[in-house]
């Protein structure tokens, strides 16, 4: 109890990050807590905590979640995060170019 009353007045933001994620797939798919709830088979107030970012999870249950959205998730090591996240980046306009080119192509640019 002491934990969860702790959690709601700091709570996490890669856990609010990930419920918003799961909420908004949620109301996409035009479905409610409810539903998503009985897919995952957990309660809803404990869907509702984990869509708000109140509570976290145990992966399993993030997994179960995530399918009953149409959703799939990976696990991926700490080292690589930050290459996962540069390749999610959207590219800048200049980003954009060939990683080779020909000499012929370098002339035409201005």
Do not use: C, W
Not at 10 to 23: A, N, Q, Y
Not at 83 to 89: K, P, V, Y
């Amino acid at each position: 109890m002491i934990r969860k009353h702790i959690m709601s007045l700091h709570p996490d933001p890669l856990l609010k990050e990930l419920g918003l994620s799961f909420r908004t797939a949620r109301l996409a798919a035009g479905l409610s807590q409810e539903e998503i709830a009985l897919r995952a088979n957990i309660s809803r107030p404990r869907y509702r905590d984990i869509e708000t970012g109140a509570a976290a999870a145990r992966a399993t249950t993030l997994i179960n979640i995530a399918r009953a959205l149409g959703l799939e998730m990976m696990l991926i090591p700490q080292a690589m995060v930050p290459a996962i996240q540069s390749m999610l980046q959207p590219a800048a306009d200049d980003d954009d170019r060939p990683a080779f080119t020909s000499d012929a192509e370098e002339e035409e640019r201005p």
